[in-house]
């Protein structure tokens, strides 16, 4: 082969190494040069901005809250978007923001570029529909999704005390084989997605959806088991979801919530291997004893609870991390 034609496929090997991010960057760099408005100080300042991962949907993409933020993308926006799209090859922008501080913590994702955020995910053969700039969905939470569709709750009513757009409630439909779920949730755009979606998987006859506060619509006395996903706390509906456990026999609490693990991790012990901070055990425990006295105020008699398990979903950052208490409540038959 002559030395120049192995030159040339060396040269378009590398190219072809060049992740996405690096190309988006480089893409960008060149049209600042070419428009010949920003100095080369600038010019570095500004490809800091330019993501370097997002999240993907389809022909949408999702950016960092801190991408593209400085006021001088404002000069050739149309420009640097069609450019993000044409490397990327998709056909919207959306960026995130921080998570609305409202009672159901609403989507507060900003669209960009395209005409509406309503995307496509597909989650172990589960179709999920949503509008990003309304309503919440987290990639992070499929451990968990996982693990639910690997129970067997074909004998088993399910209350979702925070459905959301169904991330939960639909795989205890569909993998869990759950008998009848109560989903509640208070966010209108999560509930007509969840409407949607349980229609789309054909699971919509063995679901019941209450629209506003659980604390107000919940069932009460129909659940063997109970679902509750708010973060970081859901503990302003632990009498709910007392409440709604059936009164003879009990069931099981799927309780999440975001810990603060500031102290070093424990040793690894046989009997708590679960348990690798000290607030993780801490929390458990409080959690447990929490229930109990609940349950035997709210059922006028003593029950028993019981730690199953703890599951580490994500970690949110530094000392931060997003578990999920499993527990078992019994009445206790004197």
Known sequence: ?????????????????????????????????????????????????????WERHGDLIVIPQRSLKDESWKLFEKEVYERICQTLKINRIARKNPVNPNSYRSSNVELLWGDNGIVQHTDNKIK??????????????????????SFDCSNEVVVDLFAGIGYFVLPYLIHAKAKHVHACEMNPASVEALKGNLKSNNVED???????????????????RVNLGLIPSSELSWETACRALKDETGGVLHIHA????????????????????????????????????????????????????????????????H????????PIVM
Not at 292 to 312: A, G
Request: hydrophobic content about 35%; charged content about 30%.
């Open 206 to 224: 063995r679901c019941t959806v209450y629209f506003g506060d659980n604390r107000t619509t919940a069932p009460t006395n129909v659940a063997d």
């Open 258 to 321: 975001n810990i603060d693990s500031k102290t070093p991790k424990t040793e690894k012990s046989i009997n708590k291997p679960q348990f690798k901070y000290p607030e993780w055990e801490l929390w458990t425990n409080y959690a447990v004893s929490s229930f109990e006295q609940m349950l035997s105020r709210l059922k006028s008699r003593k029950w028993k609870v019981t730690f199953l398990h703890l599951e580490h979903v994500k970690s949110y950052g530094p000392h931060v991390d």
């Open 323 to 330: 578990v999920v208490l499993d527990i078992e409540c019994r």
């Open 1 to 53: 082969m002559p030395p120049t034609e192995t030159k040339n496929r060396s040269i378009l090997k590398s190219a072809k190494k060049i992740n996405p991010a690096d190309q988006l960057k480089q893409s960008i760099r060149n049209f600042l040069i070419e428009v010949g408005q920003v100095s080369d100080e600038d010019i570095e300042k500004l490809i800091q901005e330019v993501p370097h991962k």
């Open 128 to 149: 999920y529909q949503w509008d990003v700039t309304k309503c919440m969905f987290s990639i992070g939470n499929i451990t968990e999704k996982l693990r639910i569709a």
